[in-house]
């Protein structure tokens, strides 16, 4: 059930980025690590602030999200690669940035810390923003073996930004079965603005195939037990429904296939935080959000800042992503504390708040 959540979640997200994108233009992003920085603020989430989040996540604001981070937490782990196989690559970080003004709970602390790729560090985002955001962006550039140079843009953190749970992702695998370099030549790919030449690739193999629901389907194996799905449809490209889509991927069958496929760099950019509010998630992001698993201090969601970059070509695949859910305080007091010191006379009243009434009224002029 886990797994149809997570597609249905894939499909959910990529639409309305496609309905928010240029019609003619690509869309890359990672359901990985966006589901995965997500899934640790849901675990530090209570409240409608829970239940919008697992509804996305899970599809079911009742669902376990410990399920969900078990789940990311077996694609973590490649399978080994046979003796004449490049050994595969992958690398993730989930780390949480927290002002030393923020007070992080210890069992929150101590969940993330005990996940093979978790981490807390201090960031003294009050003090220097502009240094916490070089320190964040040179753990993302290093994790992500810098096709991801700078997740964080000037700016992006604002004097009540305490804390940023941020995942990394990192992915080099090598093809079971490469495409020929010599046989990769310009070919017409037919654009929704007409046809373009780009470099198209060539393989002829034995691989996964199906066609059914007006779409082909093309599954190339990598090391590691990673595949790329190929999804072509009969006629123009539209959406597809994630049920659709589980078919499809549990359709393929080993057959020979003549591939030709273009080489792909494909780069994406973008804040979601409109796009979550679209699918439903809110509260998260208002002042009457819950997040009082992370901290005992107040804390809404910011920004979710989100990069992807994918690579494709004759030896493999190479890919990298990054997720940044950067948090704000609502009512720990952020500036510099206001000075007094009563050395006069004052005046001193005690009263009941709820009706005004005074119990003590007092005029200090000597209190020795």
């Given at each position: 059930?886990?797994?149809?959540?997570h597609?249905?979640?894939t499909?959910a997200?990529?639409?309305?980025?496609?309905?928010?994108?240029?019609?003619?233009?690509n869309?890359?992003?990672?359901?990985?690590?966006?589901?995965?920085?997500?899934?640790?603020?849901?675990?530090?989430?209570?409240g409608t602030?829970?239940?919008?989040?697992a509804?996305l996540?899970?599809?079911?604001?009742?669902?376990?999200?410990?399920?969900?981070?078990?789940?990311?937490?077996?694609?973590?782990?490649?399978?080994?690669?046979?003796r004449?196989?490049q050994?595969?690559v992958?690398?993730v970080?989930?780390?949480?940035?927290?002002?030393?003004?923020?007070?992080i709970?210890?069992?929150?602390?101590?969940?993330l810390?005990?996940?093979?790729?978790g981490a807390?560090?201090?960031?003294?985002?009050?003090?220097d923003?502009?240094?916490?955001?070089?320190?964040?962006n040179?753990?993302?550039?290093?994790?992500?073996?810098?096709l991801?140079p700078?997740?964080l843009?000037?700016?992006?953190?604002?004097h009540?930004?305490v804390?940023?749970?941020?995942?990394a992702?990192?992915?080099k695998?090598?093809?079971?079965?490469?495409?020929?370099?010599?046989?990769t030549?310009?070919?017409?790919?037919?654009a929704?603005?007409?046809?373009?030449p780009?470099p198209t690739m060539?393989?002829?193999e034995n691989v996964g195939?199906?066609?059914?629901?007006?779409w082909?389907?093309?599954?190339?194996?990598?090391?590691?037990?990673?595949?790329?799905?190929?999804l072509?449809?009969?006629?123009?490209?539209?959406?597809m429904?994630s049920?659709?889509?589980?078919s499809?991927?549990?359709?393929?069958?080993?057959?020979?296939?003549?591939?030709?496929?273009?080489k792909l760099?494909l780069k994406?950019q973008?804040e979601?935080?409109?796009?979550?509010?679209?699918?439903?998630v809110?509260t998260v992001?208002?002042?009457?959000?819950?997040?009082?698993?992370?901290?005992?201090?107040?804390?809404?969601v910011?920004a979710?800042?989100h990069?992807?970059?994918?690579k494709?070509?004759?030896?493999?695949?190479?890919?990298a992503?990054?997720?940044a859910v950067m948090?704000?305080?609502?009512?720990?007091d952020l500036?510099?504390?206001?000075?007094?010191?009563?050395?006069?006379?004052?005046?001193l009243?005690?009263?009941?708040?709820?009706s005004?009434?005074?119990?003590?009224s007092?005029?200090?002029?000597d209190?020795?």
């Amino acid at each position: 059930m886990t797994v149809q959540a997570h597609l249905d979640f894939t499909v959910a997200v990529q639409d309305v980025l496609t309905e928010a994108g240029s019609p003619a233009g690509n869309v890359v992003w990672s359901p990985f690590s966006v589901a995965s920085a997500l899934a640790l603020v849901t675990r530090g989430a209570a409240g409608t602030t829970k239940d919008e989040l697992a509804a996305l996540l899970l599809g079911d604001k009742s669902a376990e999200v410990e399920d969900l981070i078990r789940l990311l937490g077996k694609a973590e782990r490649l399978d080994e690669p046979q003796r004449d196989q490049q050994e595969p690559v992958i690398e993730v970080a989930n780390t949480l940035w927290a002002d030393e003004r923020v007070r992080i709970r210890q069992s929150f602390a101590d969940a993330l810390r005990a996940m093979p790729s978790g981490a807390v560090r201090p960031a003294p985002f009050k003090d220097d923003p502009e240094g916490s955001r070089d320190l964040i962006n040179a753990d993302v550039a290093k994790t992500t073996r810098k096709l991801i140079p700078e997740l964080l843009p000037s700016g992006v953190i604002k004097h009540d930004t305490v804390a940023a749970l941020v995942n990394a992702l990192y992915l080099k695998v090598g093809w079971r079965h490469k495409f020929e370099e010599a046989a990769t030549e310009s070919l017409p790919f037919n654009a929704p603005g007409g046809a373009v030449p780009v470099p198209t690739m060539w393989l002829s193999e034995n691989v996964g195939y199906a066609r059914q629901s007006g779409w082909q389907v093309v599954a190339l194996p990598s090391v590691g037990g990673v595949e790329a799905v190929v999804l072509l449809p009969d006629g123009e490209l539209s959406t597809m429904d994630s049920r659709t889509l589980r078919s499809l991927l549990g359709a393929t069958k080993r057959q020979k296939v003549s591939l030709r496929l273009p080489k792909l760099r494909l780069k994406l950019q973008t804040e979601l935080t409109a796009t979550l509010n679209r699918l439903g998630v809110r509260t998260v992001f208002t002042d009457d959000a819950d997040l009082s698993a992370i901290s005992e201090d107040p804390l809404a969601v910011q920004a979710v800042i989100h990069e992807a970059v994918l690579k494709i070509d004759e030896q493999g695949l190479e890919g990298a992503a990054a997720t940044a859910v950067m948090m704000r305080a609502l009512s720990l007091d952020l500036s510099e504390p206001v000075e007094v010191t009563v050395d006069r006379p004052f005046l001193l009243l005690v009263r009941h708040k709820g009706s005004g009434v005074v119990y003590f009224s007092a005029r200090v002029n000597d209190p020795s």
